[in-house]
C-alpha cells in the first residue's frame, strides 16, 4: 500500500522507446493493438482490484493519487475504470472520497487500497480508513453500496471486530459454494474471516495466518482448479515483491510458492489484483513509469500463466501491455505509448501564445523580465491562459516550449474541461541551462466547448522558464472564416518574396513579406488567422503584424514542416486582435526558416 513514504522527485524524464499498435481483427493472421502500460494515463492510480461482473465488462477499482503529491496521506478518492476488451479503458469518474465518510478522520486523506464484490444485485465497495486523528491506530474497513458497478455508491458503514492499527488493504473472495471471505492486514499482520450475510459483518472469529514468508500489505486471494491463492507483498528493501501462497481452504493453512512479481519501476511499494478475463489470465499492478516517484504511481496489466501443477510463473513487466480481446470499442483514456510518443498527427489546428500575449497573466512569484515567464520553481508560481478556443469541446493538445538548467521539473496544468478536477501532470525534461529554450513538452486535456477556456501552469517542483505555449484541436471541419488566396488582388508581396502559380514563395529570405489589405474585422477585437502553407523545413517562425495590434509587437507564430515545398498540408493558427471595419491589414513576415504560403483564412471571434 502506501507506508514507505518516498521523498518527492520529480525528474520528469518520460519513456522513449516506440510501441507499436496495430487495429484489432477476428483474424488470427493480423495483428492485435495493445493496451500499452500504464493503461490509465489521465489520473495517477495505485492498487487495482480487478473484477469481471454480469455485464461482461471488466472493472478496475483503484486508489488515486492526488498530484502534486504530499506523500500517502492525501490520498483521498477512488476511480473506477472498465473495458471490453483490456485496451480501451473508460475512466468511469470518482465514486467515493474522504468527504463522504461521515465517521471518518476529521482531516481527511488516507483512502488506501480498495476492493469491490457484488451480491443479490449490490455491489460493495470495501475500503480502508481512519476513524480518528491517530490514524496508524484507527483504522477501520468501511463498507459502501450502489446498485451500479461504477457510481452511486453510499457508505453504509464499517465492519466491527478488525485490529484498529494492523488491517488494511481489505480483499472479498467469493467461493464456489456462494460462501464470501474477507482478507487483509499490514505491518507483517496477515488475516482472513468468513463474511456473514448482510456483507457487514464477520461470521465466526477472524485468523491471523502464520508462516507466510514476509508478510507486508496487500492481500489478494482467488480460486483455481481447486487451489486457493493468496498474493500480498514484502518487505524486500529495494522494493516490494509480490509472493503468493496455496491452500486447499480459503482460510489456510498457506503453503509458500515464491515471487511471483518483481519491484515495480520507480515505485518502493506493490500492490496487484489477479483475475480472469475471456479466457487469459491477467495480473494489476502499478508503477511511476509516467512521473518517476513513488507516490505518483499508474496501473499496469501483465498477462499471467500458470504451469501444469497450478504454480504461477512469474509475471513478465512490459511497456506494450496485453493485447486486445475484442474489437475497439469506447475510451476516455489515452495509450501512455501514444503520450510519450507524441503521437498528435490529428491536432493540426494550432494557436500559438506568446508569454507577452494579453490573456497571459502570471503570479505567485513567477516573474516576465523579458518575452519569458521564469521562476516557476518557486512554490504558489503559475502561468494562467484565458480565452482559449476549444472548439466543439473535448481532447486539446497543449505544448510548452521552455528553458530549463534543472534535471527535472513537472508543472501541474488546470483546464477548463477537467471534469475530475484533478489536473494533468506535464514532466519537463532539463535542456542545459535557463537559457537554452529548445525544451518541447506536450500533454492532451480536456477542454469545454467555445472560447471561454483557462489553462492554468502551476510551478513549485523544478525550474522551467517558459517561452511559448501553443493550443492544437482536431479540426471538425475546415475553418470557417473569410478565405483569401495568395492570387488575390488585395496580396501584395516583397522583399525577396515571390509569386508562382497562385502562392507566394521564397519567404526564407530575410526581409521577405507579403500583406493583405481590405481584411474585415467585424465589430473589432480578437480574429484567428489560419496560414495554408507547405514547407520543406523542419521548423519555420512567421511574424504576424496586423491593424489591431496595439503594442505594435506583432504576433509570432510557428509553421512545423510538411515533408516538401509542394506538399500543401500544413495549417497553423494564430489569434490576433483587428480594428472595427473592413479597411484592416495583415503583414506577414519571413527570414526565419521556409515557407510557401497557398491562402490564409480568417476567422472572427465574435
Avoid at 457484488?118 to 455491489?123: F, N, W
Avoid at 484498529?164 to 492486514?185: H, M, Q
Avoid at 482460510?251 to 483475475?275: A, E, F
Avoid at 484565458?386 to 508543472?411: C, E, M, P, Q, R
Wanted: charged share 15%; net charge neutral; hydrophobic share 30%.
Amino acid at each position: 500500500m502506501k507506508k514507505k513514504v518516498m521523498n518527492l522527485f520529480l525528474s520528469g524524464v518520460m519513456l522513449l522507446s516506440i510501441l507499436v499498435g496495430f487495429r484489432f481483427s477476428s483474424s488470427a493472421a493480423d495483428p492485435v493493438i495493445k493496451s500499452g502500460n500504464p493503461i490509465f494515463t489521465s489520473i495517477f492510480t495505485a492498487d487495482p482490484s480487478a473484477h469481471v461482473w454480469n455485464d461482461g465488462r471488466i472493472y478496475v477499482y483503484a486508489s488515486h493519487d492526488i498530484f502534486p503529491s504530499r506523500g500517502s496521506d492525501l490520498m483521498d478518492k477512488y476511480h473506477v475504470f472498465s473495458s471490453d476488451n483490456m485496451v480501451d479503458w473508460v475512466d468511469e469518474g470518482q465514486i467515493l472520497s474522504a468527504a463522504d465518510v461521515s465517521w471518518g478522520r476529521p482531516e481527511g486523506g488516507f483512502m488506501w487500497a480498495p476492493d469491490a464484490a457484488y451480491k443479490d444485485g449490490t455491489y460493495y465497495l470495501y475500503f480502508p480508513h481512519p476513524s480518528g486523528t491517530d490514524w496508524n491506530n484507527t483504522w477501520k474497513i468501511g463498507v459502501a453500496t450502489s446498485s451500479k458497478p461504477a457510481s452511486d455508491f453510499t457508505v453504509q458503514g464499517y465492519i466491527n471486530g478488525l485490529p484498529g492499527n494492523s488491517f488494511i488493504d481489505p480483499a472479498v473472495f467469493k467461493d464456489d459454494d456462494g460462501s464470501y471471505y474477507l482478507y487483509g492486514g499490514g505491518g507483517g499482520n496477515s488475516y482472513g474471516a468468513k463474511l456473514a450475510s448482510n456483507m457487514m459483518s464477520l461470521d465466526g472469529p477472524l485468523q491471523q495466518f502464520t508462516g507466510l514468508t514476509d508478510f507486508h500489505e496487500a492481500s489478494w486471494v482467488f480460486k483455481r482448479n481447486g487451489i486457493y491463492y493468496l498474493m500480498y507483498s514484502d518487505n524486500n528493501p529495494s522494493g516490494n515483491q509480490m509472493r503468493y501462497a496455496t491452500s486447499s481452504n480459503p482460510l489456510g493453512p498457506w503453503t509458500n510458492r515464491g515471487v511471483i512479481l518483481d519491484p515495480v519501476k520507480n515505485s518502493g511499494t506493490s500492490h496487484g489484483s489477479i483475475v480472469e478475463y475471456k479466457g487469459n489470465w491477467y495480473m494489476f499492478y502499478h508503477n511511476a513509469e509516467i512521473s518517476s516517484n513513488g507516490t505518483l504511481r499508474s496501473v499496469c496489466v501483465d498477462q499471467l500463466y500458470f504451469n501444469a501443477d497450478g504454480t504461477i510463473k512469474k509475471v513478465v513487466q512490459t511497456t506494450d501491455g496485453v493485447p486486445a480481446v475484442g474489437p475497439r470499442s469506447r475510451a476516455t483514456e489515452t495509450k501512455y505509448y501514444d503520450l510519450v510518443n507524441e503521437n498528435y498527427s490529428q491536432y493540426t489546428q494550432k494557436t500559438d501564445y506568446a508569454m507577452t500575449a494579453s490573456n497571459v497573466t502570471f503570479g505567485g512569484g513567477a516573474t516576465r523580465p523579458g518575452n519569458n515567464i521564469e521562476n516557476m520553481h518557486t512554490s504558489g508560481s503559475y502561468i494562467q491562459l484565458s480565452g482559449i478556443n476549444g472548439g466543439s469541446g473535448g481532447k486539446a493538445l497543449l505544448t510548452v516550449n521552455y528553458a530549463s538548467g534543472d534535471a527535472g521539473t513537472a508543472f501541474k496544468v488546470n483546464a477548463s474541461g477537467d471534469t475530475a478536477g484533478d489536473g494533468y501532470f506535464l514532466a519537463l525534461p532539463g535542456t542545459g541551462g535557463w537559457g537554452n529554450y529548445t525544451g518541447k513538452t506536450s500533454r492532451l486535456i480536456d477542454l469545454n466547448a467555445g472560447t471561454a477556456n483557462t489553462i492554468k501552469l502551476s510551478g513549485g517542483m523544478g525550474g522551467a522558464n517558459v517561452s511559448g505555449v501553443s493550443v492544437s484541436l482536431i479540426p471538425s471541419q475546415p475553418p470557417q472564416g473569410t478565405e483569401y488566396p495568395m492570387s488575390g488582388s488585395n496580396v501584395t508581396f516583397g522583399g525577396g518574396a515571390t509569386r508562382s502559380g497562385g502562392n507566394i514563395e521564397n519567404l526564407h529570405i530575410a526581409g521577405s513579406y507579403f500583406q493583405l489589405t481590405g481584411v474585415n474585422g467585424g465589430t473589432g477585437g480578437q480574429a484567428s488567422v489560419t496560414l495554408v502553407y507547405a514547407s520543406a523545413d523542419t521548423s519555420t517562425t512567421f511574424k504576424i503584424n496586423t491593424s489591431g495590434d496595439t503594442t505594435g509587437n506583432g504576433y509570432s507564430v510557428t509553421l512545423p514542416g510538411t515533408g516538401g515545398w509542394g506538399a500543401y498540408t500544413g495549417q497553423v493558427t494564430r489569434l490576433v486582435n483587428l480594428n472595427a471595419g473592413a479597411n484592416n491589414t495583415i503583414k506577414v513576415n519571413g527570414g526565419l526558416g521556409g515557407a510557401n504560403v497557398s491562402r490564409v483564412i480568417v476567422t472572427l471571434n465574435q
